[in-house]
């Protein structure tokens, strides 16, 4: 089955420290997408990348960064920068040339990311 | 740039009552339109869209949603909730120039009780 694959489910982290969150799909999607969600704010844009070899910031990307070597993998780091990293942290991807019938996300099931 | 209002955080509801979820947009050219799904610790699932045609459109479990453009909205309704629909229902929208990048409302949340 195509979808999204976000691994781990739970992640704990101490101060000061990496870590790096997972997404891997095999939609061939062009485009994926990184976003945190925390309660009552919706969800926020940290970053997009439309193409492999290119990604653009979104509304929070401070603390965080990516990489897009693959069409299929787009990991999130989450540096020590990052002040506030305890979140919900949800990947999507979408095709690039959207028809009637494809058009949207998929979204994987999520990271929950605490800082102990 | 577009923008999206959802102004219920919270909506509460008894089972096998109506429902309506408000959603406002603003943009200044042509938009299109989803609402999203999300259950306790999952990602988000589409549930309707509105691309072109009609502005009525609806989903398989029985939501349905209506665009409506002088009042830049699509709320979405349900004539009889169950319990099983209780979950956090997000808003979005992204101009058809550039199809690619959504933004979305902050969610609703939807708590169906007996």
């Known amino acids: 089955d195509g979808g999204i694959t976000q691994s781990p489910k739970y992640l704990f982290r101490k101060e000061g420290q990496n870590v790096t969150l997972s997404c891997e799909q095999n939609?061939?999607?062009?485009?994926m997408y990184w976003y945190r969600q925390d309660p009552g704010q919706g969800l926020r844009l940290i970053y997009y990348s439309q193409i492999v070899n290119d990604f653009q910031k979104g509304d929070i990307a401070e603390g965080y960064s990516v990489s897009r070597e693959k069409k299929e993998s787009f990991p999130l780091t989450v540096t020590s920068a990052q002040k506030n990293p305890t979140a919900f942290y949800l990947c999507?991807?979408?095709?690039?040339?959207?028809?009637?019938?494809?058009?949207?996300?998929?979204f994987g099931s999520g990271t929950r990311l605490t800082v102990v | 740039a577009q923008s999206v209002t959802q102004l219920d955080s919270q909506v509460p509801v008894f089972e096998e009552a109506p429902v309506e979820l408000r959603c406002n947009y603003s943009s200044s050219v042509s938009v299109y339109l989803f609402w999203y799904v999300q259950y306790p610790n999952q990602g988000l699932q589409l549930l309707l869209k509105?691309?072109?045609?009609?502005?009525l459109v609806e989903s398989i479990n029985g939501f349905e949603a209506e665009f409506n453009k002088s009042q830049t909205s699509f709320h979405l309704r349900k004539p009889s909730v169950h319990i099983s629909d209780t979950a956090e229902y997000f808003c979005?929208?992204?101009?058809?120039?550039?199809?690619?990048?959504?933004?979305f409302g902050t969610g609703t949340r939807l708590q169906v009780t007996l």
């Open positions: 939609l061939n999607h062009d485009a």
């Open positions: 979005a929208v992204s101009d058809t120039g550039t199809a690619s990048k959504l933004t």
């Open positions: 999507a991807s979408s095709p690039s040339r959207p028809g009637r019938n494809n058009y949207g996300y998929t």
């Open positions: 509105y691309l072109s045609g009609s502005t």
